[in-house]
């Protein structure tokens, strides 16, 4: 009767740890960047709907002013979710995680971009028409 295990156990059993665990990472890996890429669909959701807010109290051609005091408000508790050290609104660029607030002639275009720098992830749009 022996006791213990030999070598070649031990090793089949260190194989078999080592492929469940390259087979596992990926999809926990992936996990962080979805979780971030929600956090700009949610931030974008979250600007829209305080643009629609803003502008049925405001006066037309007032919405510059609007964009940059809601940008400027929004910044104080959120946080780019790929750069904390970046604001998660902005008015110009393509940073990944930020939400881009852009004044058009005719509407306001949100842009959300994700992972990838330059690659938008969610876009909205509010028209101005009906003034």
Not at 24 to 52: C, G, M
């Amino acid at each position: 009767m022996r006791k213990g295990y030999t070598v070649l156990e031990l090793l089949v059993a260190m194989i078999i740890i080592g492929v469940l665990a390259l087979i596992s990472i990926p999809p926990i890996l992936n996990s962080t960047v979805r979780t971030k890429n929600s956090i700009v669909k949610a931030n974008a959701r979250t600007v829209e709907t305080s643009l629609y807010s803003n502008l049925l109290f405001s006066k037309a051609g007032d919405y510059s002013d609007i964009i940059e005091e809601l940008i400027q408000n929004l910044n104080e508790d959120s946080k780019n979710p790929y750069d904390t050290d970046k604001p998660a609104y902005v008015s110009t660029g393509q940073e990944r995680g930020s939400i881009v607030v852009v004044l058009g002639e005719t509407s306001i275009d949100i842009n959300g971009y994700g992972e990838v720098n330059g690659k938008k992830l969610i876009t909205k749009r509010i028209s101005l028409m009906g003034e």
